[in-house]
């Protein structure tokens, strides 16, 4: 399995939508931590043991790896209520080696009046207590550079452990990624793009 896929010791990124092609990384390399953006079908169908393409074989292996140690979150729930109410019998029933868990995401709540609120004790928690309190300073940046050369120039200085660069068009994810990867050959450069 050695070199199969580029930087097997990184964050997996697939994507699981109808019209792209899975890339095996979340599912060939099991081992490592992996982030798969899909929709409800694709993703709830490989929950059920009913994949869509999956033989008979991939039905369970992608059923059992994401029913164990892993954290679906779920945005725009109140638009299909059903797998919201599906992640929850799944997490209810457990997973067999490790534990599966979901998160609801809504703007608009589920019609029903249910609120999620940061508890007095998440407040007060110093992990996430210090997150919420945290200062957040934005920086303009005048510049006679190309826009995408000075987003590279930003991404490389002074960079923390990770850096997170976000743009609209695919055609910058591509041009800032090619441009990052000639500096950073050893490093983890990944794109998502959401199309």
């Not at 097997?8 to 992996?34: H, I, V």
Request: charged share 20%.
């Amino acid at each position: 399995m050695a070199g199969e896929f580029a930087d097997e010791g990184l964050l997996g990124t697939s994507t699981l939508r109808g019209e792209f092609q899975d890339n095996q990384e979340w599912s060939k390399l099991p081992f490592r931590a992996a982030v798969v953006c899909g929709t409800v079908d694709m993703v709830g169908s490989r929950l059920l043991f009913s994949g869509y393409g999956d033989g008979a074989y991939s039905r369970s292996l992608h059923s059992g790896l994401l029913g164990n140690d892993t954290l679906v979150v779920f945005d725009e729930c109140h638009l299909v209520p059903e797998f919201a109410n599906i992640l929850q019998l799944v997490e209810q029933a457990g997973g067999k080696l490790k534990p599966f868990h979901h998160m609801l995401m809504s703007a608009t709540g589920d019609g029903q009046g249910t609120t999620i609120e940061l508890s007095g004790a998440d407040k007060k928690s110093p992990v996430l207590g210090n997150r919420l309190k945290a200062p957040k300073t934005l920086h303009l940046v005048n510049t006679d550079k190309p826009v995408i050369q000075q987003i590279t120039i930003l991404a490389q200085k002074d960079p923390p452990l990770r850096t997170i660069v976000f743009v609209q068009s695919p055609q910058d994810v591509s041009r800032i990624a090619s441009s990052l990867r000639k500096n950073h050959e050893h490093g983890g450069v990944r794109t998502i793009v959401n199309r």
